[in-house]
């Protein structure tokens, strides 16, 4: 394709009943690569992109909590194989892979802070990887230290929840003409202060939520009545009711 300043030059050529208009070509001004590709892609921000920095911010790291990083198997392929940092607390340990481009750093001011860099900041890939480790790191030395929680709160007429079996059984009434027994996973911990709440706490986020949404998916929250069971500050829109 012709850029816009040649497709006019050409067009205006065309008026003028000019045979050769590759004569004209020479006085072109050449538009440069970058502004071809800005005039072909429009963006609605005028402002140039900003990367993300989670990376590069440290995580401050309680008292109570220490990092080991154990060294890789033994070589078996041809990518190089990733350390495995551990997070140790009051609550439990926590693993975390740490690729091999990236270093760990503790710094011995008080309180300490550690921090993560990697040998090519510019690489898509460890780029990418460096904010993603880092925001483990933090969730994990937040669950070994206060545990993660949920809370799941029971919306509608007749609606509760029962802790069976020494607390590792969750029993839901929530309309089905059968109650629902649900196992509580290994590592998380579940109570009911009142019958319309349910409180999980757990020092792995992922086991948490996805534990959370399992007791969820039983009775999502609907929009007419508004009934349902909602996680944490979750809320719905109510809609008009349907009029024959």
């Known amino acids: 394709m012709f850029s816009p300043t040649l497709r006019r030059t050409l067009l205006l050529c065309r008026s003028a009943h000019i045979n050769h208009p590759a004569t004209f070509l020479p006085l072109l001004k050449l538009v440069p690569q970058s502004q071809l590709i800005a005039q072909q892609h429009q963006f609605f921000s005028t402002t140039n992109p900003f990367l993300s920095q989670i990376g590069r911010s440290p995580v401050i790291l309680p008292p109570d909590v220490k990092l080991t990083?154990?060294?890789?198997?033994?070589?078996?392929?041809r990518e190089e194989p990733s350390k495995t940092l551990e997070?140790?607390?009051?609550?439990?340990?926590?693993?975390?892979?740490?690729?091999?481009?990236?270093?760990?750093?503790?710094?011995?001011?008080?309180?300490?802070?550690?921090?993560?860099?990697?040998?090519?900041?510019?690489?898509?890939?460890?780029?990418?990887?460096?904010g993603t480790?880092?925001?483990?790191?933090?969730?994990?030395?937040?669950?070994?230290?206060?545990?993660?929680?949920?809370?799941?709160?029971?919306?509608?007429?007749?609606?509760?929840?029962?802790?069976?079996?020494?607390?590792?059984?969750?029993?839901?009434?929530v309309g089905y003409a059968h109650p629902i027994e649900l196992e509580v996973p290994e590592g998380v911990t579940a109570s009911t202060p009142t019958p319309t709440r349910i409180l999980l706490e757990g020092r792995d986020k992922m086991v948490v939520m996805q534990f959370a949404a399992n007791i969820r998916a039983w009775r999502k929250p609907e929009p007419y009545k508004g009934?349902?069971?909602?996680?944490?500050?979750?809320?719905?829109?109510?809609?008009?009711?349907?009029?024959?």
């Open 133 to 173: 480790i880092r925001s483990l790191l933090a969730g994990h030395v937040l669950g070994v230290t206060e545990r993660h929680t949920a809370i799941l709160r029971l919306h509608g007429v007749g609606y509760r929840a029962v802790m069976e079996n020494n607390n590792r059984i969750v029993n839901l009434k």
């Open 69 to 77: 990083v154990i060294p890789p198997p033994p070589k078996k392929t």
């Open 87 to 130: 997070i140790t607390g009051p609550f439990g340990t926590m693993t975390v892979p740490l690729p091999p481009y990236m270093t760990l750093t503790i710094s011995e001011t008080t309180p300490p802070k550690a921090s993560l860099t990697v040998e090519d900041p510019k690489d898509r890939t460890q780029r990418c990887m460096w």
């Open 227 to 244: 009934k349902g069971i909602f996680v944490n500050n979750e809320t719905i829109r109510l809609k008009a009711k349907k009029i024959k």
